[in-house]
């Protein structure tokens, strides 16, 4: 598990840096109303994805929230004002406050079951009728891209999946929302090296695999003997889903209409899951 106090200075850097926060950015505005309005971007980390969203749309107001004391502070350096400390689970706004809501690398920290259904739901209770919840799905499986580390760690245990498409869905369908979209693009510049991925282990990003356990030694001593040891294997490509809120007055089994693939071009905590409740996201 990681600690994202400590983590936040380095945090962008470690993740792809601005090319990944202009592709996810991208992703999100292709996902959400056209227009003026409020967004609140949860679990925000240091901010570098809310910045986009925030310049990419001067007539949209953009709202972070994070939990973790140093994401705040420095997301809070990137748009003053705007930036909000704030338990995902317990959101402090009231019904109906935002137009849009997104929560990108998320719900893949969350270990609980009730926590992933309570963080949909205050979603879904902040939007406003005909708005929007945009989140990242299957985080840990975008990051198998068949290369040969993928398969070296292929016989390492799992936890189920806490942002599994399905289950997301199943979620909002309970909180009342709509499928109303989906996207892919691409984590630039997150592509895995052996020796890269080696140093994930043993600072205890597979959150199954704790640091110093004969296990997890044995895992890191496969992947040293692969080829190339700093050459980067192929970028994973996330996945993003769209749920909307039905307008006021809609019959409640009525649906949004679904959209297309849209491989939008433009986060993250642990490989197989991470810290808890609002921690960083983006």
Same mark, same amino acid.
């Given at each position: 598990?990681?600690?994202?106090?400590?983590?936040?200075?380095?945090?962008?850097?470690?993740?792809?840096?601005?090319?990944?926060?202009?592709?996810?950015?991208?992703?999100?505005?292709?996902?959400?109303?056209?227009?003026?309005?409020?967004?609140?971007?949860?679990?925000?980390?240091?901010?570098?994805?809310?910045?986009?969203?925030?310049?990419?749309?001067?007539?949209?107001?953009?709202?972070?929230?994070?939990?973790?004391?140093?994401?705040?502070?420095?997301?809070?350096?990137?748009?003053?004002?705007?930036?909000?400390?704030?338990?995902?689970?317990?959101?402090?706004?009231?019904?109906?406050?935002?137009?849009?809501?997104?929560?990108?690398?998320?719900?893949?920290?969350?270990?609980?079951?009730?926590?992933?259904?309570?963080?949909?739901?205050?979603?879904?209770?902040?939007?406003?009728?005909?708005?929007?919840?945009?989140?990242?799905?299957?985080?840990?499986?975008?990051?198998?891209?068949?290369?040969?580390?993928?398969?070296?760690?292929? @016989?390492?245990?799992? =936890? $189920?999946? !806490? #942002?599994?498409?399905?289950? /997301?869905? +199943?979620?909002?369908?309970?909180?009342?929302? *709509?499928?109303?979209?989906?996207?892919?693009?691409?984590?630039?510049?997150?592509?895995?090296?052996?020796?890269?991925?080696?140093?994930?282990?043993?600072?205890?990003?597979?959150?199954?695999?704790?640091?110093?356990?004969?296990?997890?030694?044995?895992?890191?001593?496969?992947?040293?003997?692969? @080829?190339?040891?700093? =050459? $980067?294997? !192929? #970028?994973?490509?996330?996945? /993003?889903? +769209?749920?909307?809120?039905?307008?006021?007055? *809609?019959?409640?089994?009525?649906?949004?209409?679904?959209?297309?693939?849209?491989?939008?071009?433009?986060?993250?905590?642990?490989?197989?899951?991470?810290?808890?409740?609002?921690?960083?996201?983006?």
């Amino acid at each position: 598990m990681l600690d994202y106090e400590k983590e936040a200075d380095g945090y962008d850097a470690s993740r792809g840096g601005e090319a990944r926060a202009e592709a996810a950015a991208h992703a999100v505005l292709g996902l959400i109303p056209a227009g003026p309005g409020r967004l609140l971007d949860l679990a925000c980390g240091t901010g570098i994805v809310t910045r986009r969203l925030a310049a990419a749309r001067p007539g949209l107001r953009v709202t972070g929230a994070d939990l973790t004391p140093a994401m705040v502070r420095m997301a809070s350096a990137r748009l003053p004002g705007a930036i909000v400390r704030a338990d995902s689970r317990r959101l402090p706004f009231p019904d109906g406050t935002f137009d849009a809501v997104a929560s990108i690398w998320l719900l893949h920290l969350l270990h609980d079951p009730e926590d992933v259904r309570a963080v949909v739901a205050e979603c879904a209770r902040v939007l406003r009728p005909g708005g929007v919840y945009v989140t990242t799905v299957d985080k840990a499986s975008a990051h198998d891209v068949g290369s040969d580390i993928d398969a070296v760690l292929a @016989p390492r245990p799992r =936890r $189920p999946d !806490p #942002d599994a498409a399905g289950t /997301v869905t +199943a979620h909002a369908t309970r909180s009342g929302l *709509r499928p109303a979209g989906h996207a892919v693009f691409p984590g630039t510049g997150q592509g895995r090296s052996p020796r890269d991925t080696i140093a994930d282990l043993r600072r205890g990003w597979f959150t199954v695999l704790p640091p110093g356990e004969p296990r997890t030694e044995r895992f890191a001593a496969r992947l040293a003997e692969l @080829p190339d040891q700093d =050459r $980067p294997r !192929p #970028d994973p490509r996330f996945g /993003v889903r +769209a749920f909307r809120k039905p307008a006021s007055g *809609r019959r409640s089994g009525d649906t949004a209409s679904q959209g297309g693939d849209s491989p939008a071009h433009g986060d993250e905590g642990a490989a197989d899951g991470g810290d808890a409740a609002a921690a960083d996201g983006n």
